[in-house]
């Protein structure tokens, strides 16, 4: 069953993800009112230039999280009237600060959305959480089987995954649901206060940043710029792989499971999982005179490295069709050139 959203909330819009999605829901022209949060709204204007045809009308409002009784009141005021409320603040610096910022901002919004009768809410967390300790890569990741051992990730300094992992837990408590998405508590999780929950798991997001800064900006597109620049990944291809997804298509996946009155849980936000010999390789086809692959390592063997694989079934269910790698790259390397980033 869809659920038609008319009015939704964006909570770290100038972001990566967040401007994406905002983008996305104007493309697709049913919702009314966005209304997006920063905490600088001045700085946020060029967001109400994503809709210059006037079809909806973004509006920018202040949200400082992490801040107790005053961020409660902030979400409250900006999540009232909305439909859904998407969840895309966050960062990824390695400190335990980390935990305490992505726990408590995303159970704050689950709270206020149960004293603002938002009806679904959606995370964006990270594949982080869904490594549990000497998984094969052989074995599919399932989004409803597989998860991070946060203990271990603390103990190891991996703070920002330790983030997601605890924010998912955290979330999925408020709910009534465990981290399988079973209902534990029925009274919790029938009440009809209690918002929807869905978590988008991706890994490394690529595609066209929205935000028009000269500054290529967020978790992702500065190392691939240091990549193309040989100034990372210089000397032999990783034998390894990466699980990528284009922006465009990961906000899609967050509005199919917005508007899907069935979606419930964690979903992965990934295409698929890439060997960096051929994610490098890609990139020389579409600069062949920039850039130049690093030779394979001798002493490694490429052959029998499988990447990570992913039961596609639930992500699927959302009937979201991505781009393949080639047109992510090249539409990315585009961007990179657009803002002088390749000099
Ligand atoms: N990019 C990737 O490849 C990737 C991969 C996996 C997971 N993720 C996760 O996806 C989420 C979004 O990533 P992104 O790349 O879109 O990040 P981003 O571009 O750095 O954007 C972060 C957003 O968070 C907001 N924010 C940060 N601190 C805040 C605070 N104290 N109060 C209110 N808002 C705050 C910022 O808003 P203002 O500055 O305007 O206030 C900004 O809109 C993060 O949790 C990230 O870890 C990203």
Redesign the pocket.
Known sequence: MSNSIKTAVV?????????SIVQELVNQGQVKLIRC????VE??NWLKDLCRDGTCQIEIAA????EGEKTLEQLQTVMTGGDVVFF?????EQSPSTID??VS?AVSVIEAAKVTSVGTVVL?????STNPQGLKDSTPKSELLHFSDPDLQISRGRY?PAA?TLMEIKAFEAVGRNHKNEIVDIGLATTESTPRLVIMN?????GPQI?PSPII?????PWMVQILKKERMAEYVPNDSMSIID?RDLAKLHIAAAVNEEASGRYY?VNQSYAWREILQEFHSILPTFYQPPPLNPDEDYGSKIPTQFDHTRKNSLGVTLRPLHETLVDLVDFFQSRNALT
Do not use: Q, W
């Open positions: 909570i770290g819009a100038t972001g990566y993800v967040g401007s949060t920063s905490r600088d700085k946020a949200l400082h999280l992490n895309c603040a966050g960062h990824e910022f992505m901002s964006t967390s990270s594949g982080g920002s997601k991706p890994n490394l997001i690529l935000d900006k967020g978790n992702s597109l922006v936000g």
